[in-house]
């Protein structure tokens, strides 16, 4: 299933759907009057993790996928935050602090399970003095995958998890939104000139491994969060893609106007 956000006509604001591929049914998952974004499988698939600014700002929270039950929240502080990929074991969520005023966007790593409500207390992951953004686990939980702007434009970069350790650069001119195969060999990602790229990789032990990045076709349209999804083979892709305005009403067109002003 794909879940899109899509706007309500009738309040303005932004509600999570549950799209059905294969009997293409789209169902509504959220009906919250406040805002609701960045929706985030668990890997078992049992839930879906969002942010809503119900309470004055983008909190975290959580919902089962069939739809049964109430919303969880996760996590609320004073600050915006995103969800962005759930540890395999589903143990952890990381998650991005965006637009704080006080600081860069970093990346911050919340416990899920095993931790009551009012005792989750999450930690960062790579706080620097740079903005750091859409993170995204390994398959087998190693590594995140993430974009930083330390060398003065956002590229894509590889750290291990818990950490601490060394950090590779997947990316070579420019690179957002880094996406992982799901067998962990590859990871995509959208160029600064909105290619998408593949990134063929290998990790042995501590040591991670880049062995050749290209382009797979273009050209992704801009958006805020994820432009696209891949299945887990990796070969074959979700796009947003624009809109096309097709008018309805047929085109009239009058010859020689002047001619009938006179009769």
């Not at 005023?101 to 095993?114: A, H, R, T, Y």
């Not at 060394?166 to 690179?175: L, M, N, Y």
């Not at 994820?226 to 979700?238: E, M, T």
């Amino acid at each position: 299933m794909f879940f899109p956000n899509t706007i309500n006509v009738a309040t303005g604001n932004r509600d999570i759907w549950l799209y059905d591929v294969a009997r293409e049914l789209k169902t509504r998952f959220t009906s919250d009057p406040a805002e609701k974004r960045h929706p985030t499988w668990s890997p078992d698939g049992r839930w879906i993790a969002f942010n809503s600014n119900r309470k004055g700002h983008f909190d975290l929270y959580r919902k089962p996928s069939n739809g049964t039950g109430t919303e969880e929240l996760l996590y609320a502080d004073a600050k915006e935050k995103y969800p962005n990929s759930f540890s395999p074991d589903g143990k952890w969520l990381l998650y991005m602090v965006y637009l704080d005023p006080s600081s860069k966007d970093q990346l911050w790593i919340l416990p899920v399970e095993e931790t009551p409500p009012g005792e989750r207390k999450p930690v960062p992951f790579a706080q620097t003095r740079f903005n750091s953004s859409w993170g995204e686990f390994s398959p087998d939980g190693r590594w995140i995958a993430y974009v930083s702007d330390e060398s003065d434009r956002n590229e894509i970069y590889v750290a291990p998890f818990p950490g601490p350790g060394r950090k590779w650069r997947i990316s070579t001119a420019g690179g957002d939104q880094p996406l992982w195969r799901s067998d962990g060999k590859e990871i995509f990602y959208i160029s600064a000139d909105r290619k998408l790229m593949t990134a063929e990789v290998t990790s042995k032990g501590d040591e991670f491994e880049v062995r050749s990045v290209r382009p797979l076709f273009e050209p992704i349209p801009q958006s805020f969060g994820h432009s696209y999804a891949v299945s887990a083979d990796g070969q074959r892709f979700l796009v947003h893609t624009v809109a096309q305005q097709n008018n309805s009403e047929p085109l009239t067109v009058v010859h020689d106007w002047i001619a009938g002003l006179k009769k």
